[in-house]
């Protein structure tokens, strides 16, 4: 990652928070696809398997945005903050994740679930595999 993309992870933690790791992701509900045929499929797939749970469920919370995000994980919350100059999008606290979901490539980059305590969820894309696996091995 950059020295931007770091510097933009670590902005606004709290004192004696340690940053666990950090990536660049795409929220699936605001993914694109490319072509015609790429736009219709990718709104499908996006609109359909891009969150789960209710009003008032945590996925709920986080807001529409689009474009590339970097999702970080500290010893205390998960969230997602805009890369070039760290400003929070969305965060939650650490016990309120789950576990991190692995799915099946459906597009050129990796897709993934973020599930939290309540049974909701949310899906993202990575360019990066082993993106997907840090945060598995960190979260669970």
Known sequence: ?????ERSA??????????????????????RGFGIGGAVAGQLVNAVGSQSGGAGSIASGMPRTSGALLLRVTDQRVGLVRPLDGTPVWEVPRTWVARIERRPRTQLMARF??????????????????????????IG
Do not use: C, K
């Open 113 to 138: 679930r973020v599930h939290y305590a309540d049974g909701s969820w949310l899906a993202f894309l990575t360019m990066r595999r082993r993106t997907i696996e840090r945060f598995r091995s960190l």
């Open 1 to 5: 990652m950059s020295a931007l993309h």
């Open 10 to 31: 670590v902005t606004q933690l709290a004192a004696g928070e340690r940053l666990l790791a950090y990536g660049n992701v795409v929220p699936a509900r605001g993914a």
